[in-house]
Structure formats: C-alpha cells, structure tokens
C-alpha cells in the first residue's frame, strides 16, 4: 500500500474523526494524520505545513461537506487561492454522508475535488484512494 507524508482529516464530528484516525493508523499509511475540525484549522494548517513545502505537508484531505463555520466548499473556495503547485501536491476526497445535488455541482465547478467518497471511510475505500491517486 502506499505510504503518504501526511493525511488531513477535516470533519467536525469528533467521533468521525477518531474512527478515522484508528482506520488510517491501523493501515500504517502514513505516521502524519492531522485532524481540523472546520475548513478555517484545515486551511491554517496547510498554510503552517505546505508553505513553503515541509515533510509534514498532508498530500491527502479527506473533507466534509456540512461542518459550522466554514463548510467544505468555502473551504475550497479558499483552497483555489493557494499557489497552483501545492494544489497540485495535495489530493483532495470529499468524505460525507450524502451531497445535495447543487453541492456536487459546484464542487464539479471548483475543479479541486479528485473525488467523493460516502462515510463511513473503510480499508476498501481507503485502498481505492490510493489505488486511483497515488499508484506509482
């Protein structure tokens, strides 16, 4: 399986991001998991992490939709506005429960999403990620 220098996870659901965690630690994929819990921390820490480019820069976000504070696609409203090669580096999946149709739309239009994803996140999924991403 491949190994990543780091995974975001962004997701306000406390419980989420804890069997998340556990999943993504008993894969051993990567020994760097962050956690946000709106699109505010996640865009702050891939500022502190990804600019400039350090070792714990995440090349995976697995990103909720609905969270208080801002959502997943004003999150990826702010994302674009970052230097194109680091939005290059990182893959970004939609992880949520179910997408309003206008929600899909205009994260089609924002162009940044590799895919969607439905929770809950399992190995199969996750190993369907990496397969389609970051395969050599």
């Given amino acids: 399986m491949a190994q990543l220098s780091g995974i975001l996870l962004v997701d306000d659901d406390q419980t989420t991001n804890f069997l998340n965690q556990s999943l993504l630690r008993r894969l051993a994929i990567t020994s760097n998991i962050l956690v946000a819990q709106d699109g505010q921390q996640a865009l702050t820490m891939l500022t502190q992490h ?44 939609m992880l949520t429960t179910s997408l309003h149709p206008r929600d899909i739309e205009r994260v089609q239009q924002l162009d940044t999403v590799a895919g969607f994803v439905s929770k809950p996140l399992t190995a199969e999924k996750v190993r369907t990620i990496l397969q389609d991403h970051f395969s050599a």
């Fill in 50 to 93: 990804c600019l400039p480019p350090t070792t714990e820069c995440p090349n995976l976000v697995l990103l909720d939709v609905n969270m208080p504070g801002m959502n997943g696609i004003q999150f990826l409203e702010a994302y674009q506005h970052l230097p194109l090669a680091e939005q290059k580096a990182i893959v970004i999946v």
